[in-house]
């Protein structure tokens, strides 16, 4: 952000005001993306930065979700990945997918959330970009297990756990194991699925205060 700040070249500020408020979307902290977002997408409106604005928008709408306003937070996700797509560009593509996906899951919309969850695994194989592709999976799980598939929801969070530990991805690999976990807490295997995650979980050596720690931390109690 200071070296940005140095160049004075508005691109390049527009995206460093970007950059951290998706490092602060992957632990869920919804206010400070709001911010970082305000900031962003004002600069990027001035400037005429179309791409800029349109992820600050997707964003905007990811945040919106989070501070319980889940009708219009979901579309401007939509809207706002409507206009990526007009725009052409395909990059990051699969991360807007699954932030919309996981809204939808959020919000109980199972037939929205898994064609868009399919439409970003879709992305992932046609781009070859990968980072979000755990999570797709992961995601994918959680909405066929709000359909009733316990089969196929269980062979999701297993894919997923798969991907993230060949990408060496501990923090998806965390959350599609919690998923598994309470998965196997409500089939009632307590014992593997308290195994499964304090070996994942044990591997972190600091963030114990971001919210998948925290989470992992109080499901590993009641599995106790």
């Known amino acids: ?132 592709e755990a999570e797709l999976y992961r995601l994918k799980g959680e909405l066929t297990l709000q359909a009733g598939d316990l089969n196929e929801a269980e062979a999701c969070f297993r894919n997923a756990i798969d991907i993230a530990q060949r990408q060496a991805t501990k923090s998806w690999e965390l959350r599609a194991v919690m998923s598994l976990a309470r998965l196997w807490q409500e089939q009632g295997k307590q014992t593997e699925a308290h195994k499964l995650l304090s070996d994942s979980y044990n591997w972190f050596s600091e963030g114990f205060d971001t919210k998948d720690l925290r989470e992992a931390k109080g499901l590993l109690e009641e599995l106790g």
């Open 1 to 132: 952000m200071i070296l940005a700040e140095g160049l004075s070249h508005p691109a390049s500020l527009a995206y460093a005001l970007l950059l951290p408020a998706v490092v602060h979307q992957w632990p869920g902290e919804g206010e400070l993306v709001r911010e970082r977002v305000e900031t962003a997408t004002a600069l990027a409106s001035e400037q005429g930065f179309k791409c800029w604005t349109i992820w600050g928008v997707i964003l905007h709408g990811w945040g919106l979700t989070q501070a319980g306003q889940s009708t219009q937070g979901i579309r401007l996700l939509g809207e706002g990945l409507a206009a990526w797509q007009e725009s052409g560009s395909q990059i990051f593509r699969p991360y807007f997918l699954a932030l919309l996906a996981e809204r939808y899951a959020q919000a109980g919309q199972v037939e929205d959330g898994l064609r868009t969850v399919i439409d970003g695994l879709a992305c992932v194989e046609r781009t070859e970009e990968r980072w979000h």
